[in-house]
C-alpha cells in the first residue's frame, strides 16, 4: 500500500505562486507514473500534470506555461510549482500515483489540499 499527503495548499493572490509537495510512503512509488489533479466546487476533477518515472511531463492546457511538475525518487516525493495563480486555479489538489496516466489508472490518491485565489 501507498499512503500519499499533500501539503502546500493556501490562500495565495492572484500573480502570486504556491508550491505544493506529495510525500509517498509505504511503499517507493519510482515506479509508477505521478499525476496532480484538482476539483472546483460544482466541478469534475481533472487532470493539472503528471510526470513518468523518467520524468516526461504533460500538462492540461490551462496551466501550461504556469505551473511545472518535479519528482524526487530518493524521497519519494512529487512537487507542483504553481506560478502567476489565477482565481480559476481555486480547487482542492489531488496528488495521485498509478500504473496509467488517467484518472481511473491512478490507484492511490492523498486526501487533497485546498487552494485558493483571491482576485
Known amino acids: 500500500q501507498v499512503q500519499l499527503v499533500e501539503s502546500g495548499g493556501g490562500l495565495a493572490q492572484a500573480g502570486g505562486s504556491l508550491r505544493l509537495s506529495c510525500a509517498a510512503s509505504g511503499r517507493t512509488v519510482s515506479g509508477y507514473y505521478m499525476g496532480w489533479f484538482r476539483q472546483a466546487p460544482g466541478e469534475q476533477r481533472e487532470l493539472v500534470a503528471t510526470?513518468?518515472?523518467?520524468?516526461?511531463?504533460n500538462y492540461a492546457d490551462s496551466v501550461k506555461g504556469r505551473f511545472a511538475i518535479s519528482r524526487d525518487n530518493t524521497k519519494n516525493t512529487v512537487y507542483l510549482q504553481m506560478n502567476s495563480l489565477k482565481p480559476e486555479d481555486t480547487a482542492v489538489y489531488y496528488c495521485a500515483a498509478g500504473p496509467i496516466l488517467t484518472i481511473a489508472g491512478m490507484r492511490y490518491w492523498g486526501r487533497g489540499t485546498l487552494v485558493t485565489v483571491s482576485s
Open positions: 510526470i513518468t518515472s523518467g520524468g516526461i511531463t
